[in-house]
Structure formats: structure tokens, C-alpha cells
């Protein structure tokens, strides 16, 4: 009966250092830290229409561009990432590939209309939609942080034995840039310089 109750809790003991809490803990963050994500470009498809609704107002000549940025959006919302999905490097990389499509326009839209820069409409949105970009950077960097510490915890011992027995884990993918070029700042260019 005493060796029952030593090997119990022997066995309380040695599980309790497995990752039965760690892994699901560390997997939880990282998929909210997603969601933040989500969140952040949800809140920028869902703001970029009112905002191009009120630039485009302001002129008839930015039309093109802004049904641009307006399809680059649709198009981005379309691609959806679940958390179930964050092990599959395909479906990261499309979802990352659309939103850098939204990026690329926004940045035409403000590389194409220096006139704009004058007019208060410009300023809210070209301020609305750098305050948003800031916001999905942030959002970017924690889920890569939560993608990190989850990695390192379903690798190291002794919380990558109950990884794999328990929950048979697998490493989560971390947001990179898709965009060549995207390790250096895009020039900017108001058609104003010698």
C-alpha cells in the first residue's frame, strides 16, 4: 500500500514537469496573440472604407487608386487563417501574401497623390491608417513572441515529452514578411524633390 501510494505520487510528480499545463497555456497565448493579429487587420479592412469613402470625396482624380486600395482589401479579407491553421507554413504565407497586397496599395496611394497631403481628409487618413499599421506591427511582434515561447516550450524537456505523448504538438509558423525588399523602408516620394 505504501509503494502504491509513493509511486502515485511519484507519478503526480513527474507529470506535473511534462508540459500537461505549460503546452496547452503556451498554445492558447499564441493563438490569441493571432487573434489579435486578425483583429488589427480587421479593423483596418473594416476603417479603410469609410476613410477612402471621405478621400474620395474630395476629388474625383484619386478614384483609381482608391478602388485599388478598396479591392486590395476585399481581396485580403477573403484569406482567412484560423488557429487550427497556424502549422501549416502555406496557408500563413497566403494570408501573410494578402495582407502585404493591402500594404503595397496603401503605399501607392500615398506615394501617387502628393496633393492630397494638404487637404484634411488626407491628413486623418493617411494618420488613421499609420496608427493602424502600428497597431498590426505590435499585434505582429507579440504573436511572434507567443510563437516563440510555445516553440521553445514544446522543445525543451521536460515539457516536450508531454508535447508530443499528450498533445502530440507541433511548432506554430511566425509572421515574416513576404514583400521583397520589405527589410527596408519604402521611399517616399511627393514628386517635390530637386
Given at each position: 500500500m505504501k509503494y502504491r501510494a509513493a509511486f502515485a505520487l511519484a507519478a503526480v510528480v513527474s507529470?506535473?514537469?511534462?508540459?500537461?499545463?505549460?503546452?496547452?497555456?503556451?498554445?492558447?497565448?499564441?493563438?490569441?496573440?493571432?487573434?489579435?493579429?486578425?483583429?488589427?487587420?480587421?479593423?483596418?479592412?473594416?476603417?479603410?472604407?469609410?476613410?477612402?469613402?471621405?478621400?474620395?470625396?474630395?476629388?474625383?482624380?484619386?478614384?483609381?487608386?482608391?478602388?485599388?486600395?478598396?479591392?486590395?482589401?476585399?481581396?485580403?479579407?477573403?484569406?482567412?487563417?484560423?488557429?487550427?491553421?497556424?502549422?501549416?507554413?502555406?496557408?500563413?504565407?497566403?494570408?501573410?501574401?494578402?495582407?502585404?497586397?493591402?500594404?503595397?496599395?496603401?503605399?501607392?496611394?500615398?506615394?501617387?497623390?502628393?496633393?492630397?497631403?494638404?487637404?484634411?481628409?488626407?491628413?486623418?487618413?493617411?494618420s488613421q491608417l499609420e496608427g493602424t499599421e502600428n497597431r498590426i506591427t505590435i499585434a505582429r511582434a507579440d504573436y511572434n513572441t507567443a510563437v516563440q515561447s510555445y516553440n521553445t516550450t514544446i522543445r525543451t524537456f521536460p515539457d516536450a515529452v508531454g508535447a508530443k505523448i499528450f498533445y502530440g504538438a507541433k511548432p506554430m509558423v511566425p509572421f515574416q514578411a513576404t514583400t521583397p525588399g520589405a527589410e527596408a523602408a519604402p521611399p517616399v516620394n511627393f514628386g517635390n524633390s530637386n
Open positions: 507529470l506535473s514537469g511534462c508540459g500537461i499545463n505549460s503546452v496547452p497555456t503556451a498554445e492558447e497565448n499564441a493563438k490569441a496573440k493571432w487573434a489579435d493579429v486578425q483583429n488589427n487587420y480587421q479593423r483596418r479592412a473594416d476603417l479603410i472604407p469609410n476613410l477612402v469613402a471621405t478621400v474620395k470625396a474630395a476629388g474625383a482624380q484619386e478614384k483609381s487608386i482608391l478602388v485599388e486600395v478598396t479591392q486590395a482589401r476585399a481581396s485580403a479579407s477573403q484569406v482567412q487563417v484560423s488557429g487550427g491553421d497556424l502549422t501549416d507554413p502555406a496557408k500563413v504565407a497566403a494570408y501573410e501574401k494578402a495582407q502585404a497586397g493591402v500594404t503595397l496599395s496603401l503605399q501607392r496611394l500615398q506615394e501617387a497623390y502628393p496633393e492630397l497631403k494638404s487637404q484634411g481628409n488626407y491628413t486623418v487618413l493617411m
